[in-house]
């Protein structure tokens, strides 16, 4: 079976859509917009209805431009967003708990005793982040009707009538034994979810239905959570490499082979991918706010918007004695601190935009640092390079920063949209199963590479700024 393949990728703030040719690549893209709410008191939520329609305009509206008939069907996902829906009509029964949502904190004290051994079964710390803790609060406090899922299960019985999900997304649950690459009984129990009906765990790249939402009948034949795809996209299939993509978070993951690993250092173990039953793992770090802490800045009228990060950035040659951690949702690994808030020090009346510009750079680009650090900590041996996408990675300040900050060459995918193309090469990979990885990936070139242009002395420097900056936030927050 050959021909273009749509891929559709659910995020946060939007769905975009690519019609992939093997031949001539990207023929076709479309984009629809999501609203997720941000209220009070860390919480976040989304419209499950809004989330399904912006994937079926987003598909349409690739389809259309592409104008060509497609062979299989992709679909990524956010990861730990989810909800209770009813599976005999397919009707969301409360509103999306996006992944940022922090009010299963909750759940995660009272299951505080059980934090070591949930880690050991599952790899990933005890935090409201994961999709378990939401489920569970979502059965403590708003219904016990239907079933409880993360976003992916309920698109995909919505487009085919199958109840399903990847290995990879059943990952950020906390609900999956990470050596079996199944639910975990136990796991199930302290959460007290033993009696749920959990979708069926499948390899990411099989066919699992068929759909006619888009118009003619394309079957869904690839699934991942969105940072395991774009990590395909990169081409990290080794242990020892990794990637960051630069989205609404910043998230980097690092490959470790068919072993699981749970990291020592405060990142998480995860699956990466299962296909034809082999599950390769890899450790991933997240950074809760990256474009997200862009629009905050623009929102209070600093900027205009992401394009400005270089205009306004560039005006000032450092950020003036300025630190910001940009800890707009919390901190995530290594710290697992979701409940701090962020902070903005050093401020004087000659602090202008750019040197708040500068500060978000250096608060982003220290903590994609400290997460490279743990994954070289945890491998045994530090990363040589970084392999990054993401629309953040079309400001040079932002990279330019990211390298000094590292110390290694940051290498900018020439893939802008690498979650997509990632998910794309799973659809084709579960529409042919006689591909292999290789054959089915997109050629990766890198369409730039930042090397540090500061003294390892000097990065050490403001490194160091920031993590005082961290310090002093734990100090004043106690757990």
């Known amino acids: 079976m050959t021909g273009p393949v749509l891929a559709v990728d659910q995020g946060t703030s939007g769905t975009k859509a690519l019609v992939v040719c093997p031949e001539r690549g990207v023929i076709g893209a479309g984009f629809a917009e999501v609203r997720p709410r941000h209220l009070p008191g860390g919480l976040v939520e989304a419209d499950p209805e809004e989330l399904y329609a912006s994937v079926v305009q987003a598909g349409r509206r690739a389809l259309a431009e592409a104008r060509e008939p497609v062979v299989a069907l992709g679909l990524a996902n956010q990861g730990e967003t989810v909800l209770a829906w009813d599976p005999a009509t397919g009707r969301p029964l409360t509103d999306a708990l996006v992944w940022q949502d922090r009010r299963a904190g909750s759940v995660c004290d009272e299951l505080a005793p059980y934090a070591d051994e949930l880690r050991d079964l599952t790899g990933l710390p005890l935090d409201p982040y994961f999709a378990a803790p939401k489920m569970a609060w979502i059965r403590c406090h708003l219904t016990r009707e239907g079933v409880v899922t993360t976003t992916d299960a309920w698109l995909v019985h919505r487009l085919t009538g199958a109840y399903v999900t990847d290995a990879?997304?059943?990952?950020?649950?906390?609900?999956?034994?990470?050596?079996?690459?199944?639910?975990?009984?136990?796991?199930?129990?302290?959460?007290?979810?033993?009696?749920?009906?959990?979708?069926?765990?499948?390899?990411?790249?099989?066919?699992?239905?068929?759909?006619?939402?888009?118009?003619?009948?394309?079957?869904?034949?690839?699934?991942?959570?969105?940072?395991?795809?774009?990590?395909?996209?990169?081409?990290?299939?080794?242990?020892?490499?990794?990637?960051?993509t630069y989205g609404t978070g910043a998230f980097l993951l690092a490959h470790t082979g068919d072993t699981p690993r749970r990291g020592g250092s405060g990142l998480v173990g995860c699956v990466a991918w299962r296909l034809a039953g082999r599950t390769d793992y890899c450790l991933d770090g997240q950074v809760y706010t990256a474009a997200s802490a862009v629009r905050w800045l623009t929102d209070l009228g600093v900027i205009q918007g992401a394009a400005d990060l270089d205009t306004v950035g560039g005006a000032v040659?450092?950020?003036?004695?300025?630190?910001?951690?940009?800890?707009?949702?919390?901190?995530?690994?290594?710290?697992?601190?979701?409940?701090?808030?962020?902070?903005?020090?050093?401020?004087?009346?000659?602090?202008?935009?750019?040197?708040?510009?500068?500060?978000?750079?250096?608060?982003?680009?220290?903590?994609?640092?400290?997460?490279?650090?743990?994954?070289?900590?945890?491998?045994?041996?530090?990363?040589?390079?970084?392999?990054?996408?993401?629309?953040?990675?079309?400001?040079?300040?932002?990279?330019?920063?990211?390298?000094?900050?590292?110390?290694?060459?940051?290498?900018?995918?020439?893939?802008?949209?690498?979650?997509?193309?990632?998910v794309a090469a799973l659809a084709r990979l579960g529409a042919q199963p006689g591909q292999t990885v290789a054959t089915v990936l997109p050629d990766w070139k890198p369409a730039a590479v930042y090397e540090p242009r500061i003294t390892p002395d000097e990065a050490e420097d403001r490194r160091a700024r920031f993590r005082g900056e961290v310090s002093a936030l734990l100090d004043r927050t106690p757990a």
């Open 317 to 422: 040659p450092d950020s003036g004695g300025v630190t910001f951690v940009p800890a707009l949702a919390g901190l995530a690994a290594p710290w697992w601190r979701g409940d701090l808030r962020g902070s903005l020090t050093g401020l004087g009346l000659d602090t202008t935009a750019g040197h708040l510009v500068r500060a978000l750079c250096d608060g982003i680009a220290a903590q994609v640092a400290e997460l490279a650090d743990a994954a070289g900590a945890d491998l045994g041996a530090p990363l040589t390079t970084l392999r990054v996408d993401g629309g953040l990675t079309r400001s040079a300040l932002l990279m330019q920063t990211q390298a000094d900050l590292l110390q290694r060459p940051v290498e900018v995918s020439a893939l802008p949209d690498a979650t997509a193309l990632g």
């Open 168 to 244: 990879a997304t059943a990952g950020r649950t906390q609900l999956l034994d990470l050596d079996r690459a199944g639910w975990s009984p136990r796991a199930l129990d302290l959460y007290g979810l033993t009696d749920e009906r959990l979708p069926k765990v499948v390899d990411n790249a099989q066919p699992v239905g068929t759909t006619r939402e888009f118009g003619p009948e394309i079957p869904l034949t690839g699934l991942a959570v969105d940072q395991q795809a774009a990590l395909l996209a990169q081409h990290v299939t080794e242990s020892g490499r990794a990637k960051c």
